[in-house]
């Protein structure tokens, strides 16, 4: 313990004298190489997680009042859910004016950039829509909440999708437990997460139907069963947990980079133009489908004695994600491969 109290003091203080020579060291190294810090990174990076999160850390950590003010705006419109095209090229322009670019010299930079702010402050506008779903009540048409009918469609749906061979007789009912819901009305559950869980749930069961109906059948095994619905709203936490603290950075920004990859074949093949890739609420359901296959994995691998053994699991699942996530080559595939039950 008392070892990796000092791994840590040393390595804030090691990066406490980096911050403090990091001004002189990117003096050098811009008039020795001609180059600023940020096309230096781009330069010498693939896109992806790794160059986007280096033209992060440079952006916020520049002591250039206008590099500030730019971060500043970008933060603010992501907050807005505000962040489009125009807003990313606009900071993309003041970036090349304040560093003195010559994008003639240097053609390819305005664009490696672009996709770079896209998918910083595109992650961050992400988390503001994830967190207004979840703040977003799920509740019965009984409680007259203002979202009743959307909410009342999006249960109906999740039941169809999980149990297409089952007719749901009524909103309020017993047959919710049957996929894993607590009571008679799933929205008394999806209480913590609001509509975020119930988008998530729904998601996964529709996109991939067979993959959802295959873990709920699982989660009904006789000895290593689990309540599907409970257990999905709480992963749902789990995912939210990961994108906020930046955990989920490097998938979504590897995410960005293939689809703009694609979208440029695309556009190239109906002599069109690709723009700016920005994470949207379909990767985020990714994700969570994502999370809730391979918790299913290492929950049956686990052979758990009984429910209780849920937080434990769960403890260990969280870890190796986030080992997993670490990586700068992480990316998430949800080309699932159904096992037995």
């Not at 000092?6 to 008039?31: A, C, D, E, S």
């Not at 506008?125 to 959307?150: D, K």
């Not at 008394?188 to 991939?208: Q, S």
């Not at 309540?227 to 709480?234: L, Q, T």
Request: charged share 20%; net charge positive; with cysteine.
């Amino acid at each position: 313990m008392l070892t990796k109290k000092l791994k840590t003091l040393f390595g804030h203080l090691w990066f406490t004298i980096w911050l403090w020579m990091r001004p002189l060291v990117k003096w050098v190294l811009r008039k020795s190489t001609q180059l600023c810090e940020i096309q230096r990174i781009c330069y010498a990076t693939l896109p992806g997680a790794e160059r986007s999160t280096k033209v992060e850390f440079s952006l916020e950590h520049s002591r250039h009042a206008e590099i500030q003010k730019c971060c500043a705006y970008l933060s603010s419109k992501a907050e807005e859910q505000q962040i489009r095209p125009d807003v990313i090229h606009y900071a993309v322009y003041a970036v090349v004016r304040v560093k003195d670019i010559n994008t003639k010299l240097h053609p390819k930079f305005s664009g490696q950039l672009l996709s770079c702010i896209g998918s910083i402050w595109g992650y961050r506008q992400l988390i503001s829509e994830v967190e207004s779903l979840c703040n977003i009540g799920c509740s019965t048409a009984a409680q007259l909440p203002a979202n009743a009918q959307q909410v009342t469609d999006k249960l109906q749906t999740l039941w169809q999708a999980l149990k297409p061979d089952s007719h749901l007789q009524k909103l309020v009912s017993k047959q919710w437990q049957e996929i894993g819901f607590q009571g008679e009305d799933p929205c008394t559950d999806f209480r913590g997460m609001g509509l975020l869980a119930l988008e998530n749930l729904l998601y996964f069961a529709v996109t991939h139907e067979s993959a959802a109906r295959h873990v709920l059948s699982r989660s009904c095994h006789p000895r290593y069963g689990y309540s599907f619905g409970i257990v999905g709203i709480n992963l749902t936490h789990l995912a939210l947990t990961l994108l906020k603290d930046g955990a989920l950075k490097h998938h979504f920004y590897n995410v960005a980079v293939k689809e703009m990859k694609e979208a440029a074949l695309s556009a190239s093949s109906t002599s069109g133009t690709a723009g700016v890739q920005l994470p949207s609420l379909r990767h985020f359901h990714q994700v969570y489908c994502y999370i809730f296959f391979e918790f299913d994995s290492l929950w049956r691998n686990e052979k758990p004695r009984d429910i209780m053994e849920f937080n434990r699991v769960r403890d260990l699942f969280e870890k190796k994600l986030r080992a997993q996530l670490k990586s700068y080559d992480c990316i998430l595939k949800t080309n699932f491969v159904l096992r037995n039950v």
